[in-house]
Each structure stands twice: as C-alpha cells, then as structure tokens.
C-alpha cells in the first residue's frame, strides 16, 4: 500500500513540475541536438491511460538520478505528420533519440525496465572498461554482456557496428587482456566473448558464421523466465524455444520438475543443445494459447518455432531427463504442428477473435450485450424500414385510377338522357 502511495504522489509531482513535456511537431527540429525519451499515444487509447503514471513516474526519476535524457509525449492524433515521420502503428510506442538515431523500447512497460533500457541506451554504445575494478563491477551488475578484447581491428568495427543494432537489448563493452578475470583463456586476440551464466562463450567466426547473427543467437540467458516480450522477440532466432509452462501461483510437485528438467538441459547439456535449443519456462499460457489455437494444460512442455508460429508437444508423459531428451530430438527430425500458413493465420484469427469476445463477456458482460445489440439493432430498423416502405412509384397508379373512374363518371354522367326536360317535350308534343 505504501509502495502504491508512493507512486501516486511521484507520478503528481512529475505532471505538475513538468519534469515530461508535451510536445508537438516542432519535436522534429530540435531533437537531434539533445537526448530524448518519448511516449507516442492516442488520447482514445485506453491502456496509453493506464500507462501515463508509469510515464510520468519514469520522467520523475530520470530527473532525479540527474540524467540529461528529457522525457515528453506525443498525441499522434493531433500530430498526425509526426506519426508518419517516426512510422508509428500502436500505442503506446516509446522512442528513445539520440542524434540522428532512433532507437524503440519493446520491453516491459515498467519504470524500472524503461529506466534500464534509457541508461544503457543513452550512454556511448561500447563502453571502456580500464581496470580491473571495472570489469569486475560489470560482472556483478550485469548477468549479459559482450566485451570486444583487442586493440583496433576490422573486428572492432564490425562490433562497434552490431553493438548500435543490439543496444536496445544488452550491454557493450570493450577492453584490454590485463583487465580480465584470471578465469578467462584466450588463444588469440583480438576476440569477442559474451559473458553469461555465470561463464563466457567466445565467438568464432568459422564455426558460428556472421557476427551479428551470433549475437542475436546469445543475447538471452541459457535459461531464464520468458515473458511475451521475449518470447515475441525470439521469432528473430535460429533457435527452438523449449519451454516449462507452469503456474506459479499454485505451484505442483509436476511443476517443479518440469522447470528442473528444462534448466537442467541448459546446463549439463549445454554443448549438444545451446546451439539448437533457447531453454526457460512461462508462467502465462495466454501467448501459446495463441499460437497452438486451443488451451495448452500447466504444467506442459513445449517447443516452439517462433520463426512460424509452429509448435512440438510431447507424445508420452514427461517423468525423466531422458524422456525430455527423447523428446527434444524427435523434435528435430518430427513433424511441425501450427505454423504461419493461409488457413492457419486465418483459424488463429477467428481464436483470437473468440477468445477476445470470451474475455470480454468475463469482465464486461454488459458492454458486450451493448456493443452487440446496438449494430444488430440498427441492422434490424433498416430492415424493417426497407420491407414497410411504399415507393413513390406505387402511389401513381392508383392516383390514376381515381382520375380515371372520375372521368368515366362525368362522361357517363353527360351521355345519360336528362328526364326532367324529355317529359316537358313530350307535353309540348302533347
């Protein structure tokens, strides 16, 4: 309760000492000479609503800590040029620019992770580290990171290249073979290392191909607790996702194992699997759901091919570390389920479409009833308005029925012999 009291009051005093700025299209003028975080929204956007003391509290800190980042915000729908300067599609979007770059947020909305991407982010993008002392800080604040050991090389530039595409995800750094731990062996320098798991991978261009994509392929822990952001991003790997999905809220004795068994693997069988395999668990199925179109048991476990959308389960009851073994090469040679195809983007379509109207009829049950009664309601009144209508052409033929019968009377009317004035005829013959 404290905490929440905190956070109220930080995010009042932000708005009210101006500590994020509301912007405009002048934005795209002055950005370039100073650091800036920015929030693009749409002020019909309900979750940007729920988001705005998070922003505010993120501003608030940033000013604090003395950082020379400056926070706004961006109502895209009054500024919609800047929407399509910065091509923005949701909200809301974050954006942290530095000079000529541009770099987007696709973490967790939360004031810490935000905080953490901006420092990382706005600092240089390859750090020194100069001492021992400062290798050693590195290593205690950061379970990733990739350090280029060397003097200047095409290696260094091809780095210092890769290091801007990935800073939005880890940390950089470069250093000199005095500074490293007395752990590290290297054979040759210059070298790139990425230090994780408590050990360090050394790239080889030979066997691991391409620096960027190596990368990619080891900027995640060999085992870690996956969120959808993650498990989002991990389309972009060469890698299967192997995961635990379990409910931690009520943990099981099957829980537990199945975590065990999968952090297990990224251990003890490192060498046969760190190249094929990403190992962690979930404890939200609502994302596979999504991708296996139905609703995956907890605990299970699975493999996905992010890449596709695809998706492996075992055939027989997971007990054992060789039964998962069993079931992870199977993978490699068996057939994918799911996938990205026409029929299959369609079928997940109509999933989420049903799962959404579910979800709604569980929060809102009301809402729903009205925002399916009203088009059905006004469908309804143009129907039974189009069937009691009588067209204008109707009307014409029975007008001229009217005048017709009319005419036909008068005429017979004037045809018909007056018996008043033949009877005085006749007296005169008379």
Same mark, same amino acid.
């Given at each position: ?69 400056n ?37 967790p ?43 200047k ?35 040759e ?20 191909? *391409? ?44 829980s ?18 760190k ?58 040679e ?10 299959q ?54 007008e ?6 009319a005419? *036909? ?5 004037l ?16």
């Amino acid at each position: 309760m404290r905490n929440v009291i905190l956070s109220v009051l930080l995010a009042a005093v932000a708005a009210v000492s101006g500590y994020v700025e509301e912007l405009d299209e002048k934005f795209k003028e002055y950005r370039q000479d100073e650091l800036w975080l920015v929030e693009f929204y749409a002020p019909w956007c309900a979750y940007c609503h729920t988001f705005e003391p998070i922003w505010y509290e993120v501003g608030a800190e940033l000013k604090s800590m003395g950082s020379p980042v400056n926070v706004g915000k961006i109502d895209t729908i009054s500024h919609t040029s800047i929407a399509s300067e910065f091509n923005i599609h949701g909200y809301p979007t974050i954006k942290l620019f530095k000079g000529e770059l541009s770099f987007d947020y696709k973490g967790p909305r939360t004031k810490d992770a935000i905080i953490e991407f901006t420092n990382r982010v706005a600092g240089p993008t390859v750090r020194h580290l100069s001492s021992v002392q400062l290798f050693q800080h590195a290593m205690s604040h950061h379970d990733l990171f990739f350090v280029y050991i060397g003097g200047k090389s095409l290696l260094k530039a091809q780095f210092n290249k890769v290091a801007t595409e990935y800073i939005i995800t880890t940390y950089f750094f470069s250093a000199s073979v005095d500074v490293l731990p007395k752990a590290v062996s290297l054979d040759e320098v210059p070298v790139i290392a990425v230090f994780k798991d408590g050990t360090y991978y050394l790239y080889n261009e030979v066997l691991d191909g *391409d620096l960027s994509p190596w990368v990619n392929r080891e900027r995640f822990p060999s085992y870690f607790q996956i969120d959808n952001f993650s498990l989002y991003q991990m389309g972009e790997l060469s890698k299967l996702v192997a995961l635990a999905v379990v409910d931690e809220m009520t943990p099981s004795e099957e829980s537990i194992l199945y975590k065990t068994l999968i952090e297990r693997l990224s251990t003890e069988y490192s060498d046969q699997y760190k190249n094929v395999y990403q190992f962690g668990y979930v404890t939200d199925n609502e994302y596979i759901n999504g991708i296996i179109m139905g609703e995956i048991m907890m605990p299970s476990i699975i493999v996905l091919n992010m890449s596709v959308d695809g998706y492996f389960l075992p055939g027989s009851k997971i007990e054992t570390i060789e039964d998962v073994i069993h079931f992870l090469n199977s993978v490699l040679e068996g057939r994918l389920l799911g996938g990205n195809g026409i029929m299959q983007q369609t079928k997940r379509l109509f999933f989420k479409t049903k799962s959404t109207v579910v979800m709604l009829f569980q929060t809102a049950p009301a809402f729903l009833c009205l925002v399916c009664a009203l088009p059905v309601g006004i469908v309804v009144m143009i129907i039974w308005g189009t069937c009691t209508a009588v067209p204008a052409d109707d009307e014409r033929p029975a007008e001229e029925a009217r005048s017709s019968a009319a005419s *036909d009377g008068k005429r017979a009317k004037l045809l018909q012999p007056d018996n008043g004035e033949k009877t005085s005829e006749e007296k005169k013959e008379d």
